[in-house]
């Protein structure tokens, strides 16, 4: 247990310091903002899939969150009869703090207490290499979720938030840009079947990722 939290408290004083680089390195000279299209402007139909439902997020939720943009809609597939949650939060710049938060630390903030956690190689179009995600699998009460997730910036996606933080270090002193987005989505368990669940995700972001690599600059 000692072993453990003394791991745990290294990995986040390296994260913080990575966050302070960046601080200052971009605090030094002027930071180069991109352009990003309107999150509200993601399609509606990615294939087979279309938006059933819209939810804006919560004033008390933008404020904790802050980031510079936010989706959070439901798609289903009418064919599969299948549904998926897609929430994406774009951050322009990090240098005054704001970043995203890990769906696993506020899911369990949320009531969601986590069942397992692993990475997950998808194949998805217009990209060389399975992209690599994370796969959290929650319940909340009876119910559960399996939970799909990476950071997207700079034509790169990564799983590990420890990657993400060195690479903002990178393309902060590289290329002046700290901006990212965390695209998550989640799939409710049915009959018990977390594969079926699974496999419903990366069918879903099969389908969103060529519009995810459009939307969110590269």
Not at 61 to 77: F, G, I
Not at 139 to 166: D, T
Request: with cysteine; charged share 20%; net charge neutral.
């Amino acid at each position: 247990m000692i072993f453990r939290q003394d791991k745990f408290a290294a990995a986040l004083t390296v994260a913080l310091l990575l966050q302070a680089v960046v601080y200052y390195s971009v605090a030094a000279r002027s930071e180069d903002i991109p352009v990003a299209a309107p999150l509200a402007t993601f399609p509606a139909s990615l294939g087979s899939w279309h938006m059933q439902h819209e939810f804006p997020l919560e004033k008390e939720v933008q404020d904790v969150l802050r980031a510079d943009d936010t989706l959070n809609r439901e798609y289903v597939d009418v064919a599969g009869a299948r549904g998926a949650s897609l929430f994406i939060a774009f951050f322009k710049t990090q240098q005054y703090g704001q970043a995203p938060h890990s769906p696993k630390n506020c899911l369990p903030g949320a009531g969601w207490e986590p069942m397992e956690s692993a990475d997950l190689a998808i194949r998805v179009p217009h990209w060389e290499e399975p992209i690599v995600a994370n796969k959290f699998v929650v319940s909340h009460g009876e119910q559960k979720s399996v939970v799909l997730y990476w950071y997207q910036s700079h034509n790169r996606i990564i799983a590990s938030e420890y990657r993400a933080k060195f690479w903002l270090v990178v393309d902060a002193l590289r290329y002046r840009r700290s901006d990212t987005a965390l695209v998550r989505i989640v799939v409710p368990v049915i009959r018990n079947d977390i594969n079926a669940a699974t496999q419903t995700g990366i069918a879903f972001i099969q389908a969103a990722f060529p519009a995810l690599l459009r939307q969110l600059p590269a």
